[in-house]
């Protein structure tokens, strides 16, 4: 940051973010590139001014620039967030005191319903794999625990066999922010989690140093890669002759979505996804509405009749 009026408020933000918000490192530099936008704004204007003299009007012609500039709703609304998220800091620290940010909103995004796999469909690709070989064993045991727990693909990755409590049914998961969450693990996944422990992971001569209690490896006794998941994932899809775009991440929509349609409530939904904010949960709800309605247009008779 050039001006030096920001930056003692700046650096205490960020640290801010890291110790009381745990926020990743790649956010926090995303909030600090957002907050960067706004000194260069400011340093355009010829406006050497400290964070407690801006006024909501400025932001509001912050934005408008940003905005003839090109810049998409998405970007717009996380910059709404880094700025809205400093201002309640400085206000916390005493350096500010009111939040010009209080007025601002940001633009309505059109959230995007992800893809799901039925339940047919998941055990289609399941069958897919050759569990007479070691990695057709692990290859089974990483989309048994995908589905079972709707693990994002880097938390798959990172998971450790000290954090596997499978005598009473859970793992222990590190998410987003380095929180922790635990989750249930079903009989399925445990069993072929099993197999893949015993008949492979722990017969293994070459894990290499540093790699030792990751739960997934590679050939080379590495820690799996999130580009081999993918590869995984989608080998699978083809080979089940499934048309739609599929990934790790279509097995933890099918999980969430399945569970709602099971009758599963949402913050339950939400404890076992990692989400911070229930908002991100409810799209399962869109999803879970959109199933009701395509069901009633296919099997009402009323509605039948009409498309006869």
């Given at each position: 940051m050039e001006n030096k009026l920001w930056s003692p408020w700046i650096r205490g933000f960020e640290a801010f973010l890291l110790l009381e918000r745990s926020l990743s490192a790649n956010t926090i530099e995303a909030y600090k590139r957002d907050?960067?936008?706004?000194a260069e704004y400011l340093h355009l204007q010829e406006r050497k001014v400290p964070p407690s003299a801006i006024q909501t009007e400025d932001l509001f012609q912050f934005l408008m620039s940003l905005n003839e500039l090109g810049l998409s709703a998405p970007s717009q609304a996380r910059l709404i967030s880094a700025l809205k998220?400093?201002?309640?800091?400085l206000l916390l620290e005493g350096g500010?005191?009111?939040d010009p940010t209080a007025l601002l909103e940001g633009p309505r995004l059109q959230r995007a319903i992800p893809s799901v796999l039925s339940y047919e469909e998941i055990q289609a690709m399941l069958a897919t794999i050759d569990l007479s070989t070691p990695l057709g064993?692990?290859?089974?045991?990483?989309?048994?625990?995908?589905y079972a727990c709707g693990l994002r693909v880097s938390e798959l990755c990172d998971l450790r066999l000290s954090n596997l409590f499978l005598d009473i049914e859970f793992i222990r998961i590190i998410g987003k922010g380095n929180k922790e969450r635990i989750i249930p693990i079903g009989a399925d996944a445990i069993k072929h989690l099993g197999f893949y422990l015993n008949s492979v992971r722990h017969q293994m001569p070459n894990i290499q140093k540093g790699h030792e209690n990751y739960v997934f490896l590679n050939r080379?006794?590495?820690r799996l890669s999130r580009v081999m998941v993918f590869l995984i994932v989608k080998e699978a899809a083809v080979t089940a002759e499934i048309t739609q775009e599929v990934s790790p991440h279509t097995f933890r929509h099918?999980?969430?979505t399945h569970l709602l349609e099971g009758g599963a409530d949402l913050k339950a939904i939400q404890d076992m996804l990692g989400h911070e904010s229930i908002l991100t949960t409810e799209i399962y709800t869109h999803l879970d509405t959109d199933?009701?309605?395509e069901t009633i247009l296919r099997f009402?008779?009323?509605n039948r009749r009409g498309l006869e």
């Open positions: 907050l960067g936008k706004l998220t400093f201002y309640k800091y500010v005191q009111n064993l692990r290859n089974r045991a990483i989309m048994e625990v995908l080379r006794g590495a099918s999980f969430a199933y009701l309605r009402h008779p009323r």
